[in-house]
Structures are given as C-alpha cells and as structure tokens.
C-alpha cells in the first residue's frame, strides 16, 4: 500500500510544483523533475516490480492515473505560459499605424502625355489608328500640301525653325532651306494620305516647334494631336458630331459645344470649336475671360486641293480634319497657369498628376 | 480691324442690340476680339466758359483764367493757349482726369498761381491733330456738359480678328457688307460727288507699269491748289477710331478712305516728283542694283532687287504698297497733290514689307490682296474728300493704267454637292437667298447654279469656297451633328506603340517619372559632355534658333536631363527620378532631313526617398539604375540583355558600360562623369543614366511569353562562395557556375560581393545560393553532393577562382 500513497503523494506534491512554476521554463524544469527519465514517477514506478501480483493492477491502475493528471496539469499551465507569452509579445509588437508607410512611389506619366493618350483613347474608340511621322520635316509637307501659298506669313524664318540641309539642294522656298521643324502634326496626314488609300481614320499626336519666346501661354516646342478622315460620305456634320463627342468625353457631358467659322488653308469649310466653359458654366470668368467659352480646337473638311497633292479624288472622298495643342487643353482641364511647367521638369510639378 | 459702331451704322442699318450683333459676327467667322467704349476716356472732361483772362503776372505766356465748368464756383486754371477770349467756350479737364495722352490733370501751382484743371487743345483729347491752342467751342455749347457726350464722340469700337481670306473686311463698307449678309440688310455704298476743273491730269502726268505680273492697275487723280492743315474734328476723329494717329487733312483723307473702302492710297506732293517731257512722270518697276530710298520714317533703306518701287526718272520714291518716301512726302508747302490708288501683287508686297520689317496698314491690306476694280472709285471718293477738308479743284480725269483686268469669277455649284458635304437638305431657295445677300449673282437650272462672285471676294473661287459661304451664314450650329457611318475600320495601336507604352508603364513602375525637355542643344553640349559623333556625323544646327543656347538639335537626351537634375537641385528637390522618351538628332553631308532616332531615357539623383524614420534614404548609383533598366527589359520580355563595362566620355570610369540587347550594343548606363556634372553647375552628388535606343528594345520585345512548367519535386539549396581576382566580372563567374550546374541547376542567385579581411587583397568573394533540382524526381543526397562537387571544381577552374575556405 505504501506505494500507492508514495504515488498519492506524487501527485500532490507534483501538482503543487506545477501550479508554483512561474514561466516555461520553470515548468520544463518541474516536468523533468516528475516525468524524465530520472523523475520522481520513474523512480516511484521502479517499485513496481517489487509488488506482489496482484497488487500490481491497483498500483498500475493509480499510476496511470497519477501520470495523466500531472501530464493534463503541466498542459494546462503551458497553454497558460504561451498564452500570455503570446500576450507578452503582440503588446511589444504593437505600432503607431499613423507612421508613415514604407514605399517606392511608382513614377508618373507627364501630364502632356497622360492628356495625349487620354485623347488617343477616346479616338480609338471611334475606330482611329495613331499615325506618327518624323519631327524634322520638309517645306513641302508641312506646307505645300497643305495648301499654303509660298509667301505665307507661317513659312517665315521668323515664324517657323529651319535646318540647315546638307544634300547641297536649292531651297526650293525663299531662305537658305526647306528642311524645317514641323510646325504641325498635318504632315503626318500627308504621308499617312501618300500611302494608303481611303478609309483613313487616324489621330497624329506629336511635337511640333514654333518661334514663339516661351511664356505663360506660349511654348516654341509643344504637342499637337491632329486627327484625319477620309472616306466616302464623310460630311460636315459628321465632324461637328465627332468633335461633340470628343468635347463631352473630355471636358463632360453637359458642356456646350460650338463650332465657329474661320480660316485655315488646308481646310474648307473650317471652324473652330469652343466648349462652354467648365469653371464658371458659361457664365463668363477669368478663365475663359468674361466670354463664357474655351476655344479648344481647329477644324474643318478637307481642302480639295489637299486631296489634288495626294491624289484622292475629291468627288468621290470627303473627309474632315481637325487638330488641337495638347498643352492648351492639360493648362484648360487641369487648370494649369504657366505652361512652362510642362517643359521644366520640375519634380514637383511632375508628381502632381 | 477696328470697327466705329457710330460709323458702321452709316454705312449698313444695325438694329440688333451691340451683344447680339457681336455673337452673330462671332458666329459667322469674324470674331470679335474685343469691344471698347470709347468717349469714356474723356470722363472728367466738360464744356467750361471762360469768364476772365488776365495775363500771368509772373510768366509772360501764360494766362489765369476762371472758368464755369458748371460747379458752386468757377475755376482758376493757367493756360497757355493765346487763341481764346472771355466769353468762348472750351473742353476743359477738371482735377483728376486722365486724359488719352495718359497725363493725370492735378491741382497744381504754375509759377506760384494754383490752377484747378486745364483748358484742353484738340491734340490733348487726342481728337485732332491741331495743337495750336485751345479747341473753341460753339457759342451755344451747354456749360457743365460731358465734352464727349456734347461732342458726340461716345462710340463702341469692335476689334475684329479678319481671317487671312477676306481681305474685304478690312474695310468699313466690307463689314457692313458681311453684317448686312447676316442681318438681312444691304449696305450702303458712300457716294461721291466730284466737280473736275482745270488742266486735264493727262497733261500734267503720265503712268508706265513695267511688269504688269506686279501691278495690274495704276490710277491715279490730281488735286491742285489744295491746303494742308489740321483736318477739321469729324475727320481727325474718324481717323482716330481705327487707331490710327491722326497727321493732317491729306494724309488723314487718304487713310480713311482706305478704311471706309479696303483700298490703300498714297499721297504725293505733286511738285517733287520728277518732269519728262513736262509731265510727272512715274514708272512702276523693281528696284535698281544699289538703289536706295528715304522713308516717310526718315529711315534710309537699300532695296533688295525684288522690291517693286514707285519712281521717277530720279529713283526710287515710294515702295510700293508699303511705304511713301521723305522727299515726295507732302507737307505744309504742298499745293499740288497726286493721289495714287494702285493694285499691287501680294506676294511681293509681303516679301518688301516682311524684309523691311515694315507692316503697314496699306502694307496689310496689298499682302492680303485689293480690288483692282475699286482702284477709281476709291480715288474719286478720296478727291472729293480732299477738296471737302483742303480746297483745291480736281484736275479733271483719271489716268488709269491697267493691263491686267479682274474678271468676277464665275463658279458653279450643286446644291446636291452641297448638302453631301454638309449631311444637311438646304433648297436652292435658302443656299441662293444666302449667296446674295453676300453681293453674288446666283443664276442657273434648280441644282446646278452658276454664280458670279464680285472681284472684292477673291476668296471665293471654287464651288467647295460657295459652300462655305453658305454653311458659314446659314449657321454650323444647325447642321445635323452625326457620326462617319464608313464600315470596316478597327482602331488601336500597332504593336510598337503597344510595347513603348509598356515601356513607359515599366520605367514608372521602377520609380521613374516621364519628363519632357526640350530638343533642342547647346553647341558647348557635345564637349561638355564628351560625346563623340561617328566619322561625318554632325549635330543638326538651327539657321533660326531663339537662341544661341538652343541653337542645336539634341543629339542625346543627357544634358537636358542633366539640366532637369540641376533645376530642381537649385530649387531644393534633392531626390530627382526622370525618364524621358523622345527623339534624338544627327546629320551628315549630303543629307536633306538628318536621321532621327528615337531613343528612352532616365536620370537618377539622391535617394528613392527621403531619409524617413523607417527608411535610411540610401544613395541612388548606378546599380539602382541597372535595376531600372532590368525592370524595363523584363517587362518587355526581353531574354538577352547584358551590361558590359565600356569607359564612355561622359561616365565615371569603372561605372560605366553598354548596354546589349541579343549582342548589340544599343545604348549606355552609368554614373554621369563628376567633372559633367560640374560643367553643368550640377551640384549634389552623383548622377546615374541611361539612354537606349528605342527601335531595337522594341524590336526584342515578346508580347507573349510561353508558360514554364512549375517545379513538382523539392529543390536542394546549396551555398557557393568563389573568391576571384580583380578584372573577373560576376556575369563570367554566374556563367561558369550555371554551365557547370547545367540543367539540374534550377537556381543561380548572387547574394553576396565581399571584398576585405578574410579575402585576399585584389579579389572578391562571390556568394551564390544555388538550387538544386530534378523535373522527375527528388535528387538524394549523393546526387546533390556529386553535382556540387562538379560545379565548385570546373567553375573554380574556369574562372581561376578558389573555393571560399
């Protein structure tokens, strides 16, 4: 019977160890002690054999029971130690979610380049293809074909940049060369019209250069985005409805559009077209300077004679075309005073959009 | 073009309010640019009798008066006109006003005596060109009254933006026309009374055109015995509202006749143009070798040989169509004058006026093209004005050279063309209503009209122009709006436009934003930053640039993004993360257009971030560069891209390389050479760059990569740390030990670059992580240790390197 009581005893005395250790440490340390190899159970078990038969099953039975309770209340006060272990760490965890995050800010596209795509998008929803043509460019397309008089005013040096040509040419215009920075994205329109034949629906954006001193409203190099239609039937109002489009996709669906007649020589009928003005809805501000409207864009239907230089006949294809500067219309939409921030590179300026 | 509305309305009924008319004229292609009040300018300015003159006691010019200007009490002003009495009534400027000439009238002491205002001369109302003394009123002029409003001077003056294609409406009578066309009015044409007397004009002049290509109408009258003086105020007034200066009763007729009809004419004193056979003898013919000839500026010009003059057999006299010379000028001696009304070739006017950098209003309007058939009617009106304002009689006909008469176009037009070109249904009724009213005959079967267009529209020439015309006034507001209805078109980008949008979307993925700068160069460029052209290669120069700095086209996109980094370094942005995607420049002889070559860009500067309380702000070099460009290869799907050290002019040696796509060298990458950066005053720290060219990355690009299978047995990682000399580069040491490996090395990861205590001095200690694998099975440990033993013994020995002990 004494080892019956020795365990009895264990138990207790292994329960209270238990309950007295204060960390897991502690508790690995107690649990060597009554359940290892060389703990107190072990040692009390060795007794075992030393019974009588058929003691045996009683002091086996208790043994068992001895074992499970010290392994439940060694269990139970590790769930107790991880636990606030647990506790202990989330807390030293903790952070101030205020702090700023950690990050590589992903670089911005150009606010030029973000309009140009903007608009490229909305043409190529209309079924256009984007053309692109060279930057340096000869008098004859950038002029001749469309339509300009030898002595007009924009083909002056003082006007329009000129290059210097090496292939020992004689200028074929007035001045030293006909080689010259194009003035427009037209002759894009031009060899796009050389080269293919109706149907043509395609938008031109690129750099164009011009002898303006860069100022709030002027730059001698900015982005034009020209658009071209040729096809059989193409009529007036089939400009006026597309530009309508463009105007509400761009500037909002409840903008006023109108076209206004003017003069372009590449270009008849021609217009331009303002949209009523978003800041003060037509009401006249600073913006638009009292008039209620922003003159955003030039238009009109294709030239005969710009058809004569490519040879599409003109009786049997209409078409439109129409051009606007993607700088005018970034400084109109994201109000933007100076357009020389757009060349300037100014970090600042370049993460804003 | 300014337009006198109180003018205007003389010349065409006007009864819709000055808003409406303005958007209509917007509406119909004459914008209006801006519309003044004038008469306002002379708020202050009052009808005032003068109750008494007394000389000054101090200053024997002056004079003290007192005025009744219609206040409490009258006011004492100092004058110095002499032309004036007690009892007249004069315009007078109280304290306070602002007068046109931008003098503020203030209470003041003139040699010790407090004036209260100023009793004006016709010149300071800037009304007249009489400066004399004082502008005497009518006896009944209401004291107290606004001058302006008792003048009748208050007007509304619209600033019209003409298109270069009408040339009529730069002209009163032209915008009276157009307003008719709009409103539903005629116009109407001022009349002229002419009495003729005296000597013929034949006897006294004679006229030879010697190129007609360059002057196809030469009119000319004689006015004798005029004289010039101040032009009476309703003249000098007019004159005025157009903006021009008035100058004196013959020149000031002359300009507004050329305003009220479109037609430039010029002036001469009759008495100094040259005698041939006792006529005045005048030629139209280009400029001799040499010539020279005094402007009416007193500027004297050497004329090119394509200048087309006005001459006597002395010289030169006037340019014709841009300016009348000094010696024929007329003057307050003149007494006979030869008035000229002429149609001169555009072109070569706007040549003269462009090469001379004069740009006259006569100048304008030759360059934008006259009606030759008005030259007379111009002339005669101009006559009868001249005798009006100067005296004088009108030597009795015209001499009137004209070799090459205007035909009025004749145009045909379909109204079916018509409203196919325009998706609208217009009747003949509305398209003829609208062409006549435009002063076009419209005759012709009911679809097919024949018009006849006056010469005064030379714009109107071809069936698309009468189109125009009609849309124009008819109102493009209410055409149809519709879309093109064409089948079979699909928009989009090509493949190319595709990737370089990838390409922009990969660089500011890695941190970089898209700038623009400019294309243009400085010629110190190229030295500064050591670039080298190929053998003939040269930049591309400007023969026009704005200026000397950017006199060049770019050759390469570094200095400007050099100068981005030291704008904002300036400005105090430190961290500067830049790619630009554009065109560069080069020629070579015998080249018309110089080659153009895309390229894309970037610049690195300072950190990713700013020192920030979890991140330590590590310098931007050349290996973060790299990692950028890697980022922008992989997004494009291109497989063999490499770096090879190269040492460039405007790099840093040893950070400085090629960059190579499938073995092309197609660009460079590195730190910018610090003594560039110092020639561009870029202060701050090092810079990293790359320019590659464009074509070639676009060309390597894949737009679909094919799948790889994933791995379906476990890796066995193993580490490998090979310590090789200096001038052994890491890709030959990551090549050896891939080959070594082969297939069964899945993984080859250089973790680590150490050189320093452990190491021998003059070599590095490369550390590979290495992963193992079999697609079939996993390997054991025998295989592994077999396949690693292999790999340190032939990459050791290839690289004549050592295993890290």
């Known amino acids: ?353 | 073009m300014r337009v006198s509305m109180k003018w205007l309305r003389e010349l065409v009924d006007v009864e819709l309010p000055l808003e409406a008319l303005v958007d209509l004229l917007d509406m119909t292609g004459t914008k209006v640019e801006a519309v003044h009040a004038i008469g306002a300018t002379l708020e202050g300015v009052v009808v005032g009798l003068i109750l008494t003159k007394k000389r000054h006691p101090d200053a024997e010019t002056l004079w003290v008066t007192t005025v009744d200007v219609g206040g409490e009490r009258p006011l004492t002003i100092v004058c110095g006109g002499q032309n004036f009495e007690a009892g007249d009534r004069v315009p007078v400027a109280v304290v306070g006003t602002t007068l046109p000439n931008g003098v503020t009238i203030k209470k003041a002491k003139l040699r010790g005596i407090v004036s209260e205002g100023m009793n004006c001369s016709a010149t300071e109302l800037g009304i007249g060109s009489d400066a004399s003394g004082l502008f005497i009123l009518p006896a009944d002029a209401p004291v107290g009254v606004p001058f302006a409003q008792y003048h009748g001077m208050a007007d509304t003056v619209l600033e019209l933006e003409v298109t270069p294609n009408r040339p009529d409406c730069l002209s009163m009578i032209g915008v009276a026309r157009e307003v008719g066309a709009v409103t539903g009015r005629i116009a109407r044409v001022p009349s002229t009374s002419l009495t003729e007397s005296g000597e013929a004009v034949e006897a006294s002049v004679s006229v030879a055109i010697e190129d007609p290509s360059l002057c196809s109408r030469y009119t000319a009258r004689l006015v004798r015995g005029v004289k010039v003086g101040p032009s009476p105020a309703w003249l000098a007034e007019r004159v005025a509202a157009t903006g021009t200066r008035p100058i004196n009763n013959v020149v000031d007729v002359t300009n507004l006749v050329m305003f009220e009809l479109g037609q430039p004419l010029h002036a001469f004193d009759a008495a100094t143009l040259g005698l041939q056979s006792g006529k005045r003898a005048i030629s139209v013919r280009l400029a001799l070798p040499g010539e020279t000839l005094t402007t009416l500026d007193g500027q004297e010009r050497a004329l090119a040989a394509d200048t087309l003059v006005i001459s006597d057999q002395s010289g030169a006299v006037a340019l014709a169509g841009v300016m009348g010379g000094a010696a024929t000028e007329v003057t307050g001696s003149t007494v006979d004058v030869l008035l000229e009304s002429a149609c001169f070739d555009p072109a070569s006017t706007g040549r003269t006026s462009r090469r001379l950098a004069l740009i006259s209003e006569a100048s304008m309007r030759f360059e934008r093209g006259v009606d030759a058939n008005g030259c007379v009617d111009v002339l005669d009106r101009a006559a009868s004005l001249l005798v009006e304002v100067a005296g004088g009689t009108v030597a009795p006909g015209v001499i009137d050279e004209y070799p090459r008469p205007a035909v009025p176009a004749v145009v045909p037009l379909r109204i079916s063309r018509l409203n196919a070109l325009l998706g609208t249904e217009l009747d003949r009724a509305r398209v003829a209503g609208i062409l006549e009213r435009l002063g076009l005959q419209v005759d012709g079967p009911a679809d097919e009209l024949t018009v006849t267009v006056p010469t005064f529209r030379p714009d109107l020439g071809r069936e698309v122009d009468l189109i125009e015309e009609v849309v124009r006034v008819h109102g493009m507001g209410l055409v149809p709006s519709t879309l093109p209805a064409g089948r079979g078109r699909v928009g989009g980008l090509t493949e190319d436009q595709e990737r370089r949008e990838r390409a922009g979307a990969a660089l500011r993925g890695a941190g970089l934003n898209e700038a623009i700068t400019w294309s243009f160069a400085d010629p110190t460029d190229a030295e500064r930053i050591g670039w080298v052209f190929g053998p003939d290669e040269r930049p591309v120069r400007l023969l026009n640039p704005m200026s000397g700095d950017q006199s060049l086209l770019r050759f390469s996109t570094l200095p400007g993004l050099i100068r981005a980094v030291a704008d904002n370094r300036r400005k105090g942005v430190a961290d500067v993360h830049l790619y630009e995607m554009g065109s560069v420049w080069w020629t070579a002889p015998g080249r018309k257009q110089p080659k153009e070559r895309a390229v894309v860009a970037g610049v690195l500067a300072g950190s990713w971030n700013r020192t920030g309380w979890n991140d330590p702000g590590v310098a931007l070099d050349l290996s973060d560069m790299k990692g950028v460009v890697e980022s922008l290869v992989e997004e494009l799907g291109i497989a063999r891209f490499r770096l090879r050290a190269a040492d460039l002019p405007h790099l840093q040696p040893g950070r400085s390389a090629e960059v190579l796509i499938g073995g092309d060298v197609v660009g460079w990458l590195g730190e910018v050479h610090p003594s560039v950066l110092a020639s561009y005053g870029c202060a701050g720290g090092p810079v990293a760059a790359f320019e590659l060219q464009l074509k070639p990355l676009l060309k390597a690009a894949r737009d679909v990569r094919p799948f790889t299978d994933l791995p379906r047995f476990p890796g066995v990682k193993m580490d490998l740390a090979i310590v090789v000399p200096d001038g052994v580069p890491a890709e030959r040491v990551e090549q050896a030990v891939r080959s070594a490996g082969g297939k069964l090395l899945d993984e080859v990861r250089l973790f680590d670059a150490y050189r320093g205590e452990g190491v021998a001095p003059g070599h590095t200690s490369l550390a590979f992580a290495l992963v193992y694998r079999h697609p079939d099975h996993t390997l054991t440990d025998e295989e592994v240790t077999a396949l690693h033993e292999k790999v340190v013994r032939k990459a050791t020995s290839a690289v004549g390197g050592q295993l890290r002990g």
């Open chain 1, 1 to 353: 019977m004494a080892l019956i009581d020795e365990l009895q005893e264990l138990r207790t005395t292994g329960l209270e160890s238990i309950a007295a250790s204060d960390d897991l440490a502690g508790l690995e340390a107690v649990r060597v002690a009554l359940l290892g190899k060389k703990g107190s159970l072990t040692g009390v078990l060795r007794g075992l054999g030393a019974l009588a038969a058929d003691e045996r099953p009683a002091a086996g039975k208790v043994s068992n029971e001895v074992r499970q309770a010290l392994e439940e209340a060694l269990a139970d006060r590790e769930a107790v130690f991880s636990a606030s272990a647990l506790e202990r760490r989330l807390t030293a965890e903790a952070v101030d979610v205020t702090l700023p995050g950690r990050r590589r800010a992903p670089g911005r596209q150009h606010l030029i380049e973000k309009v140009t795509r903007e608009i490229s998008d909305i043409f190529i929803g209309l079924g256009y293809r984007i053309a692109e043509g060279p930057e340096v460019e000869l008098d004859y397309y950038n002029f001749t074909a469309l339509n300009t008089p030898p002595d007009h005013p924009a083909r002056n040096a003082s006007d329009t940049f000129y290059v210097e040509d090496l292939s020992g040419d004689a200028a074929t215009v007035a001045g030293e060369s006909d080689v010259l920075l194009r003035t427009q994205t037209s002759p894009v329109q031009v060899r796009v019209m050389e080269n293919s034949t109706p149907p043509i629906y395609i938008l031109a954006p690129g750099k164009v250069y011009r002898r303006d001193v860069a100022d709030p409203s002027h730059l001698p190099q900015f982005t034009q985005i020209e658009g071209l239609v040729v096809d059989e039937g193409i009529t007036f109002g089939d400009l006026k409805g597309t530009l309508e489009h463009f105007a509400h996709e761009m500037f909002g669906p409840d903008r006023a559009v109108r076209l206004r007649p003017h003069f372009f020589p590449f270009t008849e009928p021609s217009a331009e077209v303002d949209v009523s003005c978003h800041l003060c809805n037509g009401a006249g501000c600073r913006m638009c300077k009292g008039s209620g409207w922003l003159e955003v864009l030039g238009c009109g239907m294709v030239d005969p004679n710009v058809f004569g230089y490519v040879g599409i006949d003109p009786e049997r294809y209409s078409g439109f075309a129409f051009g606007m500067g993607a700088e005018r219309i970034a400084a109109l939409k994201y109000g933007v005073p100076d357009l020389r921030h757009f060349i300037e590179s100014d970090m600042r300026f370049l993460r804003q959009f």
